[in-house]
């Protein structure tokens, strides 16, 4: 049980890269753009490298290219360690299993190991109807960072090795982190619920559709724009200036469901940063 | 709102510790012993140096003479830059309003500041029936680490910074820590309850009386040993080893009022650690 | 004295940066790709943030979209904290002091430091023609690591702080990181006849005039091409993979005079990453 | 090769310690005294666990001690991962190879790795009159520091892996902390004279010798006491006040042949720090 999703990526990432490592993720991925350091605080300062491509996802050439730029042994560059992919994606889209299988792939290659930050795990799932393990370990996935927080829980996060060897390190990494709770088995508990019957697969299937009538009812709209396919639980809208009285650039808000929208405005002079991938 | 004490203690180092600084605190403190190189990792490596006394509490010749050894600006030697005091200290025993003048006049002077782990600082208040300003900056504190977990409250701690200009780095240490909850609101607002009507030291009394009967009651019995006074909600009681049967050497156990007791067993040939201020 | 570059920059970088700092630089520039993440390290994990620009150097448009981006008192985002800037940049290019003071005010608008990578200096003064502080503090540059090592010294690196308050930390953070030689004087001796009577402008002057005569040779032979002017000591030529035969696609080669040539072949399938500014 | 005894120590310990580690050595040690936290730095913040011991000797039975507090598992403590010994030791004093032996088979039984100081392996290696290999790999020493700079050279240490395996790190660690040198050949090339011919135990047996006689006359005068037998080329004497006019409490002088005294005059108050083995 780890209580955030920064802690949780920030500790995983520490369990399997040196200080000196590379650790490939998508420029507006949550631990390059979000986490005010934590992989670098966590790891000893290793070095994000963002991998660019459209809509939040990493482009699988620019994997390659990316990869053919850091190989091993060149003692001047940090050395390639990890590949972290994000599930959903900050842009609320969604990898296939076959897109992850075939990333992981071009990782396990070059010897790297894949991470996943799946904060928003459960809503890829419910949109893909796969198994867990195909969306993870079976699409070459090697440690999941299983969000639930944003799924309905409390300060509640797991960290799941499919290789338990390389979480040898993990409870020492915890409590200096200062994770370990003193009486964490009661934050711990609510994983008991969500994960019975399906329970957090229904509240994600929720989310997702309110999402989507959301995203429909946006649509329909004149004036707003949907940069990206609404892939979960998360809807990008581009009003025009007209319609977002009274908000600012970037207004943000929760439905009960969880299911939440990112509102953008879009500006005369600039693109907004998350929209450089549209 | 920290999740841990661990946590708590480390931000605030970190908050007033160069990498290169030296943190004095008794051997013995949690932050030393029993954080798994916490305050090393959040503060980018400073050096922690214990400074022993009787009873868990440091001694100010002792600090004097580890103060002489720390002159500044020697580039060989970590520069002083923390004096860390633990209320109740890791023996359950308490320092006096003017003891802690006295070891925080000699830190002041010496340029360091004064950080406070006060995982049960309610304890030590409701032993001494004084004003938590009198036990904390009027005593020359100027950090407090604010404990509410080992009183009831749950994954809730309070860093309190006297002089809110040394809290500037606060935010991004701790998101960068990963202890930034995205709903900590749900686990801050235990404080309110907790700190409202006096409830928090209703809580501690009544901890306090239990550990004090429970001390009462140990001291009765032959072949028990109390090696330090019962000045809070812990007794640290010697058994003779007849008594101990079928108990593991450290057997800790809590009571519903969060009173605790530590019982080591006396062994023949070499005093435990805890015993060592005896 | 410091001995290496790389060490110079990163003590320089962590005198002035915390751990949850922000240092823009040019994405190609020797703190960001070349150093195996030594500032990343000194400074206890502070972020790199690259910022694009043609021929080497940091257009000042990109810094100022970079500078919006990362607002002040977001806890989530690395806080801004120093601009770096390389003369002569990776590329051989040059920064006139009309440029650097350009990027110099934008930076301290926002509230950052200024460092210069000056591995190459010398060699830029000499091009220039014009004195060391109209270069340096004049231009708006906080801290200078004032290199050597590249004109002729050996293991002799300098770094200028402007305001000697800003290096209060740096013997402590030298020491720490092995850089505090017993016997650094042999090595630093070679500083006072280096800076006597211009001997290092000679020396910087001579390494340019070559670099300039083997720029105007490569210009004439058929196949080979300067994707950037030489304004330096060194000269990087494209050539037609049928010249190159025998040499690997980044040949380095170092002549007498100190001047550099990197050789590097155009390949048809993609660009060579130092070309991404041509 | 390394430019100093506090990098090459850094290293070494941070290609065999996680940042959860516990390094076990002489609370005199250079790593724990002297270095200003350059092994809490390389290693990501491990713990320096001081073992005390007379004449700066770590004593078997407070190594046993140590070890058996520090049991692995116990993830509130830092992880028993290195004994580092200093031959000779601080104090000038001398570890037998039976000694260096039986310190390292209790390391070893715990799962630790053993580090030497060899800051003065040469002037110990003369004394002793063994190969270097008895009082290194055959003694169970893992990694050693082999100093050279205090033997005469400049700015020339090496450290070395006897298990190759262990060193896959230290390219990128020596790049990120600022020691691989661009013209690091002229310095190295000291290495093939010092060891030639054995030069570089001529060096020392030359400065053992006048050590040796320094040493003898000094006993000699009324109101010099040397605490330790000088068993290399360092002699630590204590004068009476009366002789040591004019000088402050720590004079420290070196001799042409890199023979070295300390002179430590009694104090009546307190006794100085480098005595406390005495």
């Known amino acids: 049980l780890i209580n955030t999703g920064t802690a949780a990526n920030a500790l995983a990432l520490a369990a399997i890269s040196p200080p000196f490592g590379a650790i490939f993720c998508h420029p507006e991925s949550h631990i390059m753009a979000d986490e005010c350091g934590a992989p670098e605080m966590f790891t000893g300062g290793a070095k994000l490298i963002g991998i660019p491509g459209r809509a939040g996802k990493i482009a699988a050439a620019e994997l390659k290219a990316a990869l053919a730029q850091y190989p091993r042994g060149i003692d001047k560059q940090v050395q390639p360690a990890v590949l972290s992919l994000t599930q959903l994606t900050e842009s609320g889209t969604l990898y296939t299993c076959e897109e992850l299988a075939l990333l992981s792939a071009l990782a396990h290659d070059a010897g790297l190991l894949v991470h996943m930050d799946g904060a928003r795990f459960a809503n890829a799932l419910v949109s893909v109807r796969c198994t867990p393990a195909e969306m993870s370990w079976k699409a070459g996935i090697d440690i999941l960072s299983f969000g639930a927080t944003k799924n309905g829980a409390l300060g509640c996060e797991a960290v799941i090795f499919f290789d338990p060897f390389r979480a040898a390190s993990v409870p020492y990494l915890r409590k200096r982190s200062g994770h370990t709770l003193s009486k964490g088995r009661f934050l711990g508990a609510q994983l008991t619920a969500y994960l019975a019957n399906g329970h957090w697969l229904d509240l994600a299937a929720t989310a997702n559709a309110h999402a989507q009538r959301l995203a429909q009812g946006l649509a329909k709209i004149p004036g707003v724009r949907l940069p990206w396919p609404c ?44 929209l450089s991938g549209w």
């Open 231 to 274: 892939e979960g639980n998360e809807v990008f809208a581009i009003f025009l200036r007209a319609l977002d009285e009274g908000r600012g650039p970037r207004a943000r808000s929760t439905t009960p469901g969880n299911s939440q929208i990112l509102v953008l405005t879009a500006r005369p002079l600039r693109k907004p940063r998350s």
